[in-house]
């Protein structure tokens, strides 16, 4: 019964996604076009969207009741399995991750759909451009539901065709073997992969904006500002994904670090590199009207890289933690690149001339010539990135050997490009447009320069001796002058404008110019990030010894003690794990119980540190070995981690940033006069636009899906 | 930004697709050994069956040996053991020789394990991988060809099946053939070709 | 360097445990397993003088250029599986017996092949991931320095499209701050 609701719902999906395309097409591109035919696609969108929650629901109910006739909840589904992972075990498989991926899609399509499901109802909508076709400013809408409906075309088929979650079994199996142990170990499963999932599908709404934009030859300001937030919603998601990663990873692998630089996590990091440039140079659009077919690149090469690392996820090519087993599913995926991608080109290619701007950057020292550095240092970026995951493929190719590509390259590669992008986050904000004087160079940089330098030669003082710590102390100290220097200009002119005092002037910056601001924030969160890492990476130490009986082991500050070693049978697993006593500095921190998982599928055991967490620092004990006759002794590894919680806090920073970045403004808004001459002034420059009502206002935000 | 970069793009775009063209051709578990063609290294290792009793690769000399990594812990290592008995039997005679080898694993549950699944090809006991870890051995079961000179010929890595055992066998009889055209003729069975 | 391994005395702790997994074969492959990585390698355990400190930390730093084979993702140095582990005790062992870093990283390639290194080597085709980069990184920069400089020499053109709030004059009498604040504002409010 629920194998042929969910079928019926996808193949339903798969319906509503065709009416997408047609009657957006339609709606959009042709003559044919009209308020009845957009309405059509909006209503299909819906529809997509209500058919693939109810295909979603009845997976969780056969998961949670553990129809065991359902071909992928017999894959994954275990009765002993506790209820929490069985409901996140969606996504735990290659044919359940692609149902929640062509829910988020869905719900993606409907909500945009939804926010602009008003631009109808002016008298625009009844008004037609000399070519018979509805009014340009009405065009976008329709044609990007379009877009978005072919790629729930190829998403919603697999789940159709080669990927049915579905599918019956006969008879049907007692139990199933359960998840993936390293996807039932953690409750950051339950937020880790929906977060990275809404930030890699999201980027299919600025994808369809780029290929809607090349079709309709239009990307003016409606139109980047739109495809701008839209991004900066699906970036947040990523990032927090991405960070979240981190944790779990930290928390559940046991080896001390956070990011490994495996291939799947470089797959989920290139997009977001790419993403990234995009929402920096769509200013460089949006002021100077320049670098327009760059930014239409970014926006389809950041969907081709979330396609390109989830075809590395499911094809199997590469071997990765996240790996899931290889299926048919590799061709097609592979095939839908290379469709998206010539038919992007082709589109490109085609618009090429239409998009040429006349623009000129007039100096070096200009906040535009900031962010083409700033862009061509994420793009080299994803590049080196891109090769060091696919170099092993080369030499395979070449010379039919294999080799690794791994950390300690990364690492080399990718620090001094890191310690580049923060210097620039501290120079880019402070330039003006156009041309710098040396006189307004000096006055920006002045005192900033001054705090990193005194920032560096403190660290040196401090004992530091490495090079790139140092140089990441100063830098963020750099950067953060220039940040709250922004906020103190933001401050005092709202103070002279509107009269307001300090703290509800700093609530204006946020409530009235928040993308501005937040992207600040968004550069707080950035450098505390990079703090945490370098400091985490210069102080972080490790030891390891056999303790027994009351033996006690000291690493820095923390000191542990040996109590017991214990196993228990859990209800899929054997759990082995030892009690030791932890103190700092002699006060007492409570127990810890490193724990290693023995599943019965599974040849490794699965190790679970256990972590103490403060603010200035970790202490994470591994279980390396255990004495099995009498329980008498454990090998364990401690280790110091300074300041890694500031990775999270930074990872929250950022998306926080973002929120304000995106939060619907404009209501109910008072007015001074400081406030008229400013609206006068825009009102000035609104009008060139092919504005058509002020949405802001009622606008939901992408952001708003997750919460 | 300007043309050079216009071209840059879809160029790297289109080489990373073909790459992941001829990604999708190969298995990522492939893993050639950097020991093919290379000495084997010598061991001399007890038996699992008799403890007082070794064997030396070097005493082998002259004969196809054919060393199997294996372990009771090892899933795979029972789904091929039916395999590993199909080509003692095929080769039920002096010139090849099939050995397995005990890794990372305790004599007790190996003996078990023999007792279990059956077999009559000797298995050497390599406590501490002193052996293993030479031959770039990882992950159970791993089977090495070593030709009558001592060189490494082949290295199957994961367990003899039916799409594997064909490529082993065939590996085999080349070596056996190779022989053969020596100088020296032994007198010895015709190598089969086939399966 | 290592005590022989335990032989696999049971307590009837982990025996109750083992009992739980049903499968024959999956108890006969626990039992097996807690037998082997319970008995644990002298090679790394807490350092007591100052030669132990100094060769685990050269063994760590070796042991962290080679990828653990049988865990992805993690170098030798950092994984708990039984092969790092016997890796780390040889890695030990052989710098105990007065190996050259650059020995024992050779006896590693030639057992295990290029595979086993986590940085590749910069010769050969490995080149190619050094080089590449900085190509890269030398052609976009080139490009985007002429980028620039053409637009240092030719007179300003008025940016085509979008809003150029740079194009309305600002009342001259407004001070720096402020006319920052109004171009952020109007940025923002159109």
């Known amino acids: 019964m629920l194998s042929t609701l969910g079928y019926a719902s996808a193949v339903g999906a798969l319906l509503g996604a065709a009416i997408m395309t047609i009657a957006g097409f339609r709606a959009g591109l042709s003559r044919g076009g009209d308020e009845f035919t957009a309405t059509i696609a909006r209503r299909a969108a819906y529809f997509a969207f209500f058919a693939m929650t109810a295909g979603m629901l009845a997976m969780e109910v056969a998961l949670l009741t553990h129809d065991f006739s359902v071909d992928y909840v017999a894959r994954v589904g275990s009765i002993e399995t506790p209820t929490y992972y069985t409901a996140i075990s969606l996504w735990s498989s290659l044919d359940g991750s692609i149902l929640f991926w062509g829910w988020i ?48 075309l190829f998403f919603f088929g697999l789940l159709v065709g080669p990927s049915n979650p579905f599918g019956l079994i006969d008879p049907a199996p007692a139990n199933g073997p359960g998840p993936n142990p390293l996807l039932q170990n953690h409750p950051l499963m339950g937020l880790h992969p929906p977060m990275l999932y809404f930030g890699f599908v999201g980027m299919t709404v600025p994808f369809a904006f780029a290929i809607a ?66 929402l920096h140079s769509a200013m460089v659009q949006e002021r100077r009207g320049m670098l327009k077919t760059w930014n239409l690149t970014l926006m389809i090469s950041t969907f081709l890289l979330v396609l390109f690392g989830t075809f590395l996820t499911r094809s199997g090519i590469i071997d990765s933690v996240h790996a899931f087993a290889d299926g048919p599913i590799g061709p097609i995926f592979f095939g839908y690149i290379a469709f998206v991608l010539i038919v992007s080109m082709v589109l490109i290619g085609w618009r090429a001339n239409r998009l040429h701007a006349p623009g000129q950057i007039e100096a070096a020292a200009s906040r535009e010539s900031a962010f083409i550095v700033n862009n061509l240092l994420l793009v080299g970026f994803t590049f080196t990135v891109l090769l060091g995951t696919l170099f092993p493929l080369i030499v395979e ?55 990193g330098v005194a920032a560096g030669v403190a660290a040196f003082l401090l004992g530091i001796r490495q090079f790139y710590p140092i140089v990441t102390i100063a830098a963020a100290a750099f950067v953060m002058t220039t940040i709250v220097e922004e906020f103190a200009k933001g401050v005092r002119a709202r ?56 033996q006690r082991m000291a690493i820095g500050d923390y000191e542990i003690e040996f109590v017991d070693v214990w196993a228990t049978q859990e209800a899929q697993r054997v759990v082995i794990g030892s009690t030791v006593n932890a103190y700092r500095n002699g006060r007492p921190l409570g127990e810890m119980r490193p724990r290693m998982n023995i599943y019965p599928s599974n040849p490794q055991p699965i190790a679970t540190p256990a972590v103490k967490s403060s603010l200035t620092s970790d202490l994470y004990l591994t279980l390396m070995a255990f004495d099995e006759a009498e329980g008498s002794h454990a090998t364990i590894r401690a280790i110091v981690n300074p300041g890694i919680v500031w990775l999270w806090i930074g990872g929250l920073i950022m998306g926080l940033g973002s929120l304000i970045s995106i939060w619907p403004r404009g209501v109910g808004r008072s007015r001074s006069a400081g406030e008229a001459l400013l609206a006068d002034t825009a009102a000035a420059v609104t009008s060139t636009g092919p504005a058509t009502e002020s949405e802001a206002a009622d606008e939901p935000e992408p952001a708003g899906v997750g919460t | 930004m300007n043309r050079v970069l216009r071209w840059l793009v879809p160029l790297v775009a289109i080489a990373v697709l073909g790459l992941l063209g001829f990604g999708l051709t190969r298995s990522p578990q492939f893993l ?21 009793d070794s064997i030396a690769l070097a005493e082998l000399r002259g004969r196809v040996v054919v060393l199997n990594y294996w372990a009771s812990w090892c899933f795979p290592c029972i789904q091929e053991h039916p395999y590993l008995e199909l080509l003692d039997e095929t080769y039920d005679h002096e010139d090849v020789q099939l050995i ?59 367990p003899l099946s039916p799409r594997t055992f064909p490529i082993v066998k065939g590996k085999i009889d080349s070596l056996l053939a190779l022989r053969d055209d020596a100088p020296q003729p032994l007198e010895t069975a015709p190598p089969e070709t086939g399966s | 360097m290592t005590p022989a391994r335990r032989s ?66 993690q ?17 030990r062992e052989k710098l105990g017996a007065g190996e050259t870093p650059e020995e024992i990283e050779a006896f590693f390639i030639a057992s295990y092949g290029d595979f086993i290194l986590l940085k590749p080597r910069a010769q050969g085709i490995g080149l190619l991931v050094y080089a590449l980069p900085i190509a890269m990184f030398g052609i976009a920069f080139l490009a985007a320095l002429v980028k620039i400089r053409s637009g240092r020499t030719e007179p300003a053109v008025a940016g085509a499209g979008g809003a150029d709030a740079d194009r309305i004059t600002m009342q001259s009498d407004l001070s720096e701050d402020d006319q920052s604040w109004i171009e952020a504002a109007i940025r923002e409010e159109v």
């Open chain 1, 105 to 152: 899609l869905a719900g993606y399509g409907a909500l945009f759909a939804f926010t602009r499901r008003r631009e109808w109802n002016g008298p625009e909508a009844r008004t037609r451009a000399p070519d018979g076709r509805i009014a340009a400013g009405l065009r976008m809408t329709p044609v990007v539901t379009a877009v978005i409906g072919t790629v729930g």
């Open chain 1, 213 to 278: 934009g090349l079709l309709i030859g239009n990307v003016e300001a409606r139109w980047l500002r739109d495809a701008r937030r839209w991004t900066i919603g699906a970036w947040a998601f990523l990032t927090m994904g991405i960070i979240g990663g981190g944790w779990w990873s930290y928390e559940v692998l046991g080896w001390g670090g956070a990011w490994a630089w495996d291939p799947v996590e470089n797959a989920s990091f290139l997009p977001w590199l790419t993403a990234t440039a995009f």
């Open chain 1, 397 to 451: 190719a070449v010379r039919g050997d294999r080799i690794s590509v791994g950390a300690p390259y990364f690492d080399m590669v990718a620090t001094p490009i890191g310690l580049a992008l923060l210097f620039l986050m501290g120079i880019g904000p402070a330039l003006p447009w156009r041309r710098a004087s040396g006189e307004k160079i000096k006055k920006a940089f002045l005192v900033a320069t001054g705090i």
């Open chain 1, 495 to 550: 103070r002279r404008i509107a009269g307001r005092s300090v703290g509800g002037a700093l609530v204006d910056l946020f409530t009235r110019n928040g993308r501005r601001y937040g992207g600040y924030v968004v550069h707080v969160g950035v450098v505390v990030i990079a703090l945490a890492i370098s400091v985490s990476w210069t102080w972080k130490f490790e030891r390891e010894g056999t303790l027994r009986d009351g």
């Open chain 2, 32 to 52: 050639p050994s950097a020991l093919i063609e290379q000495p084997a290294p010598e061991f001399q290792l007890a038996r699992l069956s008799e403890p007082s």
């Open chain 2, 100 to 158: 397995g080898m005990l890794y990372q694993d305790t004599p007790e549950n190996g003996r078990a394990f023999m007792r279990q699944y059956g077999g009559e090809w000797p298995t050497l006991v390599d406590p501490m991988s002193e052996t293993a870890n030479p031959d770039g051995v990882y992950g159970p079961p791993e089977t090495f060809i070593v030709s009558p000179d001592g060189v490494i010929a082949y290295k199957q890595l994961g």
């Open chain 3, 8 to 73: 696999p005395r049971r307590s009837p702790w982990i025996a109750a445990g083992a009992l739980g997994l049903l499968s024959v074969v999956g108890a006969a492959h626990l039992d097996a397993q807690q037998t082997y990585f319970g008995g644990g390698s002298s090679a790394v355990t807490a350092a007591d003088s100052a030669r132990d400190a100094e060769l685990d930390a050269m063994t760590a730093e070796i042991a962290s250029r080679f990828r653990c084979l049988v865990c992805r993702g």
């Open chain 3, 75 to 91: 170098s030798v140095q950092e994984s708990s599986s039984q092969l790092a582990r016997e890796m780390q005790a040889l890695i």
